[in-house]
C-alpha cells in the first residue's frame, strides 16, 4: 500500500484509539459498498471523519485567542481550564434546548466557548487541561460586551489532537475540605462519598419544581456536607466513591455550618484517585436503646405504633409517629416533605429510617428527628418483632393511681363507674387526615386540609374507671369505642335516626357498662381543660 496512505493509516488508528488492521478493515468495508469507486484515499477520509479526525489539521491556520474579534470564523486552539455543564433553556416557540460552555486559554488570553446542539456532549468528554482544536466557530459579543465562541452546524471539535501544540497548563488548585472557608467560589476538590443522601424533588418559591441530592464528603483532612442541585443531583453515587467536585460554591446552611454546593455552573466526576484514608466501616443501624442526644447521620428499623397526622408550624409541615422495636419506643418527627409519608403507612408497618438525628425534647425525652437529608423506606421484609411481640414486650401493668404523664403503653384494669352521658358519640371526620370536621351549615368542612369533604362518622366513648386505688377519665375513638359498647357506627346511628335523640345508643347500653369489669392498653395525656391526666385507649383486652 501506498506509504503515504500507511501513514495516513497509523495517525488515525492512534487517534482512534483502534488498531491499523480495524482501519483497513473500515476501509475495505467502505470500498466494498461503493463497489471499488472510492480509492484508498477516499475510503481513510471517509473513516477519519467516522472518528471527528481531520486529516488537514497540519494546514490549519490558527488564531491567538487575543486576536479573536467579534463577528469573525476562525480556527483556535486552547487548554481547558474549566468545563460549565449542560443547561436546558426553552426558545421562543416553546421547544427545548441545551448548551453547556468551556473556558479556554493559550498563552495570549483566555475565551469563553458555548457549545451548541451535538457539540453540548464534548463537555461531558474533556477535563481540566485537555487541549481542544475548534474549526469553523464564531465569535460574537455576550451581554457584557466580551467576545466569546460560538459552536455552529459546520464547527468540528477534536481533543487533545496530534498537531504539536504548545499551550501553558492550568495550575491545578486541588483545596482540602479543612481549608475551606464562607463564601469561597470556583473550589475544586477531590473526596469520597462517606454518605449518600438521594435525589429528592421540592418545590421552588416559584411554583417550579427542583431537583436536590446530597452526601457528607471527607478527605485526609475531615468531613463536609456537599449538595447537589437539579442536574448535578442526577449523578449516581454510591458510598466510598472516589469523586471530584469542580467550580462549587460554599454556603451557610442554617445551623451555621459550612456546606459545598454544586450549582449549574459546577460539575461532578468520578475518578480513579487515591486518598490515604481508611477503609469504611459498615454503616451501622442502631436499637432504639442505643440512641443518646445529639446524635447524626444514623439509621435505625421500626414498626410504627401509632402514626400522629401531618399539622403546619411556622416553616412548613410536620408530623410524628411512635417507632418500636424489642428494645423500646421512641418518638420520631417527621419534618416538611418527609411528614407526607404518614399518609402511606399504616400501624404496624416495618420502617428503615436513614441519616436520622437526635434532639431532646422540651420534657427532656429522647426524640428522632428525619430533616432534609434523612431518607424512610417501607419495608415490610425487615427483620423485626410482629406488632404483637413488640407492644406485648413494652406493656407494663399500673395501678390507677401510679400513672404519670407521658406513659405510654400502660395496662390498666378495673370497673366502669361512671359514663359521661351527655357526650355525643358521634363525631364526623376528615377522610383524608383523619381529623374532627365542622358543619357550616353549606356542609362540612376540614380545617386542616382547607377543603369540604365528605365526612365519615366515627365514635368517641369516655367513662370513670375505678380500681382499688383511684379512678381516671377514659377516652376510647373508633373500633376501640365500639368494642366497649358492643355497637359499631352504624347501629349507632341507626338507633340515633330511629329516636331522634343523640344519646339514646348510650341509654340502652348504660346498665350492661356500669360495674363492668374491663383492661385497656393506653397512653396517659394531661386534658387541660380538667386539669387532670387522663387515659387515651389504644387496645381493649
Not at 466580551?146 to 459546520?154: A, F, P, R, Y
Not at 468531613?223 to 448535578?232: C, E, H
Not at 418527627?333 to 399504616?346: G, H, Q, R, Y
Not at 410482629?386 to 407521658?406: Q, T, Y
Request: glycine residues 6%; contains cysteine; charged residues 30%.
Amino acid at each position: 500500500m501506498n506509504p503515504e496512505i500507511e501513514k495516513l493509516i497509523e495517525r488515525v488508528a492512534k487517534e482512534s484509539g483502534k488498531s491499523a488492521k480495524e482501519i483497513r478493515a473500515m476501509m475495505n468495508k467502505r470500498k466494498e459498498a461503493t463497489h471499488g469507486l472510492l480509492s484508498d484515499y477516499g475510503a481513510i477520509y471517509a473513516v477519519a471523519k467516522e472518528f471527528g479526525i481531520d486529516l488537514s489539521e497540519d494546514k490549519l491556520e490558527l488564531k491567538k485567542i487575543s486576536e479573536i474579534s467579534k463577528n469573525e470564523t476562525v480556527n483556535v486552539a486552547g487548554r481547558v481550564k474549566a468545563i460549565f455543564p449542560p443547561r436546558e433553556f426553552e426558545r421562543n416557540d416553546g421547544s427545548r434546548g441545551r448548551f453547556a460552555s468551556i473556558i479556554l486559554m493559550d498563552e495570549s488570553g483566555e475565551i469563553r466557548l458555548v457549545l451548541w446542539n451535538n457539540n453540548v456532549g464534548i463537555s461531558n468528554r474533556v477535563g481540566k487541561n485537555d487541549i481542544i482544536l475548534v474549526r469553523n466557530a464564531y465569535a460574537r459579543e455576550n451581554i457584557n460586551n466580551e467576545v466569546e465562541l460560538h459552536t455552529g452546524s459546520l464547527t468540528t471539535i477534536t481533543i487533545n489532537p496530534r498537531l504539536e501544540i504548545k499551550l501553558p497548563k492550568v495550575k491545578e488548585e486541588l483545596i482540602k475540605i479543612s481549608d475551606i472557608k464562607k463564601e469561597m467560589q470556583d473550589i475544586d476538590l477531590i473526596c469520597r462519598v462517606y454518605m449518600y443522601y438521594p435525589q429528592t424533588e421540592f418545590k421552588r418559591d416559584d411554583g417550579s419544581m427542583g431537583k436536590r441530592a446530597s452526601f457528607i464528603a471527607e478527605d485526609e483532612t475531615g468531613k463536609m456536607r456537599v449538595v447537589l442541585w437539579d442536574s448535578a443531583s442526577d449523578t449516581r453515587l454510591e458510598r466510598g466513591n472516589i469523586v471530584r467536585i469542580e467550580n462549587a460554591y460554599v454556603r451557610e446552611n442554617i445551623n451555621n455550618e459550612l456546606e459545598i454546593h454544586v450549582g449549574n455552573r459546577g460539575r461532578i466526576l468520578h475518578v480513579d484517585a487515591k486518598l490515604n484514608l481508611p477503609e469504611l466501616e459498615p454503616e451501622k443501624e442502631l436499637k432504639i436503646n442505643e440512641i443518646n442526644s445529639i446524635m447524626t447521620g444514623f439509621s435505625i428499623s421500626g414498626r410504627v405504633l401509632q402514626i400522629y397526622g401531618q399539622r403546619p408550624y411556622v416553616n412548613g409541615l410536620m408530623a410524628s409517629l411512635i417507632l418500636g422495636d424489642e428494645t423500646g419506643t421512641i418518638r420520631t418527627v417527621l419534618w416538611n416533605e418527609k411528614s407526607d409519608i404518614v399518609n402511606e403507612i399504616k400501624r404496624g408497618d416495618a420502617i428503615r429510617i436513614k441519616n436520622a438525628y437526635s434532639r431532646e425534647n422540651i420534657n427532656n425525652e429522647l426524640e428522632i428527628h428525619v430533616g432534609r437529608y434523612g431518607e424512610i423506606i417501607v419495608n415490610q421484609d425487615l427483620n423485626l418483632p410482629s406488632l404483637e411481640e413488640i407492644e406485648n414486650s413494652l406493656i407494663r401493668e399500673k395501678d390507677i393511681v401510679s400513672l404519670e404523664r407521658g406513659d405510654r403503653y400502660v395496662k390498666i384494669s378495673g370497673k366502669i363507674v361512671d359514663i359521661e352521658m351527655g357526650k355525643r358519640l358521634i363525631y364526623m371526620t376528615c377522610p383524608n387526615c383523619g381529623r374532627s370536621v365542622q358543619n357550616l351549615g353549606l356542609g362540612w368542612f376540614c380545617e386542616f386540609c382547607s377543603e369540604d369533604v365528605e365526612p365519615i362518622p366515627n365514635i368517641v366513648f369516655s367513662f370513670i374507671l375505678e380500681d382499688n386505688t383511684s379512678s381516671i377519665r377514659v377516652v376510647s375513638f373508633r373500633e376501640n369505642a365500639e368494642k366497649l359498647i358492643g355497637m359499631d357506627v352504624e347501629e349507632v346511628m341507626n338507633i340515633i335516626g330511629e329516636t331522634q335523640d343523640e344519646l339514646e345508643p348510650l341509654n340502652r347500653v348504660r346498665d350492661k357498662l356500669i360495674n363492668r369489669e374491663v383492661s385497656v392498653i393506653g397512653r396517659v395525656r394531661y386534658n387541660e381543660f380538667s386539669d387532670q391526666i387522663e387515659l387515651i385507649v389504644d387496645n381493649v383486652l
